[in-house]
């Protein structure tokens, strides 16, 4: 007699499934958190660097 468990084309549990989704959801997020930090610094240093050299402040 085989286990089912062993065998490696048996669907995985939905336990298994479920963690392996919220893993890649967690991920995704902070993929995409890195990359709306990434596209917010340019912005901010260009408005201070151009406050600094006008003497005014964009705000």
């Given amino acids: 007699m085989t286990d089912r468990r062993k065998d490696k084309s048996a ?3 939905r336990d298994d499934r479920l963690r392996q989704a919220l893993r890649a ?3 995704r997020r902070k993929a ?3 990359a ?3 596209d ?3 912005d901010n240093k260009a408005a201070i660097e151009t ?3 006008t003497g005014k ?3």
């Fill in 11 to 13: 669907p995985e549990s």
């Fill in 25 to 27: 959801n967690l991920a």
């Fill in 32 to 34: 995409q958190a890195r």
């Fill in 36 to 38: 709306r930090a990434d």
């Fill in 40 to 42: 917010s610094e340019p």
């Fill in 51 to 53: 406050a600094d050299k």
């Fill in 57 to 59: 402040d964009d705000s």
